[in-house]
């Protein structure tokens, strides 16, 4: 006969044995399982198409009221033709103290300093062009990109040439449109 007590150390071990099956597989199986998420492929597919469009603002700051509304919508139409920014234009005439600023400065730096630097500061992304007299400049053509998101220029620009700063120069869209050339071509290989 069977010592005693193996009769316990067989059931023991069965129940042990019994409890992994019943409750260590299933408990493993679930943890170590990987999440499959939903992955929506026509919709990834279907962005392709999408049209993406950045926002950006534009200001357009002239000395003079009826300069503003000559230059303002040959600047609009020129910045309608970006394929890639969905740019709005508003157009004013500098206030008192900018006025005073201009015309007491000795050279550009200056006004970037004092205006420059408080002009966009509560509109991020956006961009001023502010126009100085002529004297200011060193060096045709009239126009100079500041430190703080102002462009400077004078009268004597042509609208087309600041729209054309605003988007090749300021927003690149020149450099982004390669960019998303390269891109495009790279996922098609």
Do not use: C
Request: aromatic share 8%.
């Amino acid at each position: 006969m069977a010592e005693p007590g193996v009769y316990q150390k067989h059931i023991a071990a069965a129940s042990y044995a019994f409890l992994m099956l019943v409750v260590g597989v299933p408990v493993w199986w679930k943890t170590t399982e990987v999440y499959r998420a939903y992955v929506p492929y026509s919709d990834i597919a279907n962005l392709e198409t999408l049209s993406v469009l950045q926002k950006a603002n534009v200001l357009l700051i002239t000395t003079d009221a009826e300069d503003s509304h000559l230059r303002g919508p040959i600047f609009q139409k020129t910045l309608s033709q970006s394929n890639m920014y969905d740019i709005s234009l508003a157009s004013r005439v500098p206030h008192h103290s900018e006025n005073e600023i201009v015309e007491n400065a000795v050279d550009i730096s200056e006004i970037d300093e004092k205006i420059g630097s408080r002009l966009m500061k509560d509109n991020p992304g956006s961009v001023a062009f502010l126009e100085v007299p002529s004297k200011l400049f060193t060096e045709i053509p009239h126009i100079v990109v500041g430190n703080h998101r102002t462009v400077y220029y004078s009268a004597y620009v042509p609208s087309e040439d600041l729209a054309a700063v605003a988007v090749d120069t300021i927003l690149g869209e020149p450099l982004m449109n390669s960019m998303y050339r390269s891109l495009s071509t790279a996922a098609t290989h």
